[in-house]
Structure formats: C-alpha cells, structure tokens
C-alpha cells in the first residue's frame, strides 16, 4: 500500500504564483500527508543516529541538547550550521 501511494505520482510547484510542468516524485514524502512525518524519521533514522555518536551539542540549562530534528527542520539546523562554520572561517582569516 505504501508503495503505491509514493511510486509513480506526477507532481507541480507552485512558487510566486507561477505552476510548474508535471514531473515525476522520485523521493521524499509528501508535504502535509498523514504518514510523512513517520516515513521522514524511517528515512533519516540511520543519519540520526551517527549525529547522536558524535556526542557534539551543548546544554541548555541542565539538559545536553546533541540534536533536535523533525522533518524539514533538520535542513535548516545544518544549514544554519554551515552558516556559522563559514562565518567561524571568515573570522579566523582577520
């Protein structure tokens, strides 16, 4: 059942009111199904995982945060963190 809810849908963007061509969904989940948010932790489960190994984070208060992630907001943790890694760079140049 879940293979035929995913394998072979054709699929539009809408972006500033501008429609897409159709194309074909090759990966991901859908935005805003029912089971997109479980099929998501599945996916990056093993991703998750090794993030926790490296034992990398900080406290907040008395608790140690190493990662937080729910669907699209891991994107932007490592985006926010690539951000900072490059502003490190930048700064350590002066």
């Known amino acids: 059942m879940l293979i ?3 394998i072979g849908h054709s699929v ?3 972006w500033a009111g501008l429609l897409s061509d159709c194309f074909l969904a090759l990966n ?3 935005q ?3 089971l997109s948010p479980v099929l998501c932790c599945i996916d990056i489960d093993d991703l998750l995982n090794r993030l926790v190994e490296c034992d990398v984070g900080c406290y907040i208060g ?3 945060v190493d990662l937080t ?3 699209d907001d891991i994107v932007r943790l490592i985006v926010d ?4 890694l490059l502003l490190c ?3 350590c140049r002066y």
């Open 12 to 14: 539009r963007v809408l």
């Open 62 to 64: 008395f608790s140690f």
């Open 81 to 84: 963190l690539l951000l900072r």
């Open 28 to 30: 991901g989940v859908k």
């Open 4 to 6: 035929n809810l995913y």
């Open 69 to 71: 992630a729910y669907a």
């Open 32 to 34: 805003g199904g029912v």
């Open 89 to 91: 760079a930048n700064y």
